[in-house]
T-cell receptor, first 111, second 117 residues
Framework: DAKTTQPPSMDCAEGRAANLPCNHS???????VYWYRQIHSQGPQYIIH???NNETNEMASLIITEDRKSSTLILPHATLRDTAVYYC????????????FGKGTRLSVIA | DVKVTQSSRYLVKRTGEKVFLECVQD?????MFWYRQDPGLGLRLIYF???????EKGDIPEGYSVSREKKERFSLILESASTNQTSMYLC????????????????FGEGSWLTVV
């Protein structure tokens, strides 16, 4: 079973920041937080991952709370092409345990 | 860029047929995965492999088998296709589950839509 809780859907106005929350209250000390997204009819795409520090790359920023029980993925200037299902996953960065995908959040970016 | 290629984007097969879904990755990744995705159920792991000739069952292995004879290729086999195997199948790979910088970052193919009639 997925170890994360995400809202099933969210809307965001084009050009605004999209903040996607994720709860992972049972995360263990050596588990990472991963974010993927899946645009309709395509395979999921890796976005970002982190352990405890905030992370930023060309796609998004990841903010992890100090207690690591929740995180937020931030798309700073959402575009229509960011409309997708966003998956928050916790898992090990090593070992023989594949990531488990939940149902994610369906983000709709509205013009 | 990592490329995971699935051989067929759309397939229609008859009940009882043996079906092969092929997947190739070009980045020398050690791990490969097969998922299926159905509306309302999300992605579910069927099988994965962390080395050549190695395989591990995922959450829903029943009715499927896999083959990994070469590092770059991972095949999903439906021995006798049934209508409840109509789904989108996704192949994925990751570098190494023992690489601490990016070990569990998974790269997906575009998916294969299988319809069993």
């Amino acid at each position: 079973d997925a170890k994360t809780t995400q809202p099933p859907s969210m809307d965001c106005a084009e050009g605004r920041a999209a903040n996607l929350p994720c709860n992972h209250s049972t995360i263990s000390g050596n588990e990472y937080v991963y974010w993927y997204r899946q645009i309709h009819s395509q395979g999921p795409q890796y976005i970002i991952h982190g352990l405890k520090n905030n992370e930023t790359n060309e796609m998004a920023s990841l903010i992890i709370t100090e207690d690591r029980k929740s995180s937020t993925l931030i798309l700073p200037h959402a575009t229509l092409r960011d409309t997708a299902v966003y998956y928050c996953i916790v898992g090990m960065n090593s070992g023989n345990t594949p990531l488990v995908f939940g149902k994610g959040t369906r983000l709709s970016v509205i013009a | 860029d990592v490329k995971v290629t699935q051989s067929s984007r759309y397939l229609v097969k008859r009940t009882g047929e043996k079906v092969f879904l092929e997947c190739v990755q070009d980045m020398d990744h050690e791990n490969m995965f097969w998922y299926r995705q159905d509306p309302g159920l999300g992605l579910r792991l069927i099988y994965f492999s962390y080395d050549v000739k190695m395989k591990e069952k995922g959450d829903i292995p029943e009715g499927y088998s896999v083959s990994r004879e070469k590092k770059e290729r991972f095949s999903l086999i439906l021995e006798s296709a049934s209508t409840n195997q109509t789904s989108m199948y996704l192949c994925a790979s990751s570098l190494s589950l023992y690489d601490r910088t990016s070990g569990n970052t998974i790269y997906f193919g575009e998916g294969s839509w299988l319809t069993v009639v």
